[in-house]
């Protein structure tokens, strides 16, 4: 039973430039949730996909957008970047069936110089 | 709005003493608590869950963890720990999202160091 997957693993970008990250769910799993981890801090929620949509947002500017995929899969991207958003993305899925509980996939480090 | 804290940065242990984490949490309502582990460069591993019923719930690598509303806490604890415990702990409480689903908001982290 794969987990959940994301690629790249490391990424390095630099100031302005755009950036897409891609997460597959858990089999079985129809919600996809994105966290941005900065170093030596907790994951901060980003937002979450399901059924297609975006339900809710964290406290992350436009230049964050996602997209989820008829299979589930979900992308990420950042525009403009700045240093700032260097960080472990993590990407999270769940089943509606069980919401509650998001397992996670090994992140991509961004980093932007 | 929900918070996490998690009062001790950094913890070192000997390997086969007892372990305790501290975790205290904010929510409204009834909160769905969590226990994730972190290995350097990785992911995060679900250890553990509470969501209702049984306040000592028991988790994966011998981990358990006890919920106490009324120190809005939840703990984690393992009896022994061993050397490949060493890693970084995250708590972290569900918060209901409008339209369904839930977010986690996370703790700080404790980094935890296993003396040989």
């Known amino acids: 039973d794969a987990g959940v997957t994301q690629s790249p693993t490391h990424l390095i970008k630099t100031r302005g430039q755009q950036v897409t990250l891609r997460c597959s769910p858990k089999?079985?799993?129809?919600?996809v949730s994105w966290y941005q981890q900065a170093l030596g801090q907790g994951p901060q929620f980003i937002f979450q996909y399901y059924e297609e949509e975006e339900r809710q947002r964290g406290n992350f500017p436009d230049r964050f957008s996602g997209h989820q995929f008829p299979n589930y899969s979900s992308e990420l991207n950042v525009n403009a970047l700045l240093l700032g958003d260097s960080a472990l993305y993590l990407c999270?899925?769940?089943?509606?069936?069980?919401?509650?509980?998001?397992?996670f996939g090994p992140g991509t480090r961004l980093l932007v110089l | 709005a929900q918070s996490v804290t998690q009062p001790d940065i950094h913890i070192t242990v000997s390997e086969g003493a007892s372990l305790e984490l501290r975790c205290n949490y904010s929510y409204g309502a009834t909160p769905y608590l969590f226990w994730y582990v972190q290995s350097p460069g990785q992911g995060l591993q679900l250890l553990l869950k509470y969501f209702s019923g049984d306040t000592l719930v028991q988790g994966i690598k011998g981990f358990e963890a006890e919920f106490k509303r009324s120190q809005s806490s939840f703990n984690l604890r393992k009896p022994s720990v061993h050397w490949s415990d060493a890693a970084e702990y995250f708590c972290?409480?569900?918060?209901?999202?409008?339209?369904?689903?839930?977010?986690?908001?996370f703790g700080t982290g404790t980094q935890l160091k296993v003396e040989l």
């Open positions: 999270a899925s769940s089943s509606r069936r069980t919401v509650e509980t998001q397992y």
């Open positions: 972290a409480v569900g918060a209901q999202l409008t339209g369904g689903g839930n977010k986690l908001t």
């Open positions: 089999s079985g799993h129809d919600t």
